[in-house]
């Protein structure tokens, strides 16, 4: 649905060995440096979207939006837990409820919900088939 995502870091190396984690248990390679003559950026791609993670561009320190999240789409619920279990252990914050099952019986959501080193609200989701 998005075509890229940039999240503010005050970190780059942190923040890198957090998403490198994370984003590999969903099967993203790990971050790539751009450097794209403004400031470094690390890119993490898949087949359809980019994220970058970057220092800000007019030099303010990184803050996280309030209220919002990004949402990273899973294959199965394990795929979910293995998510949180590597972000956690890679510098990331658990937060909302544990991870688990949301919504209707049929056609629900199986949710976790993390907070990056800097503060920015991340969520891995497998959508239930119906």
């Known amino acids: 649905m998005f075509s890229h995502v940039v999240v503010g870091s005050n ?3 942190k923040a890198k060995r957090f998403y490198d984690a994370a984003l590999g248990a969903l099967g993203i390679r790990e971050g790539r440096l751009d450097n794209n ?12 979207a980019a994220l970058f993670v970057t220092e800000p561009i007019n030099g303010e320190p990184a803050t996280h939006a309030n209220g919002g999240t990004i949402g990273f789409t899973c294959q199965s619920t394990d795929e979910v837990d293995r998510w949180h279990a590597a972000g956690v252990a890679h510098g990331g914050k658990s937060i909302e ?3 688990g099952w949301r919504g209707p019986q049929v056609g629900g959501y199986y949710l976790a919900y993390l907070r990056d080193p800097d503060g920015n609200k991340l969520c891995a989701v497998y959508r239930q088939p119906t």
């Not at 003559?37 to 087949?47: F, Q, V």
């Open 11 to 13: 970190d780059l190396e």
């Open 97 to 99: 409820n544990p991870p």
């Open 37 to 48: 003559g403004k400031r470094p950026c690390y890119i993490y791609r898949s087949p359809t």
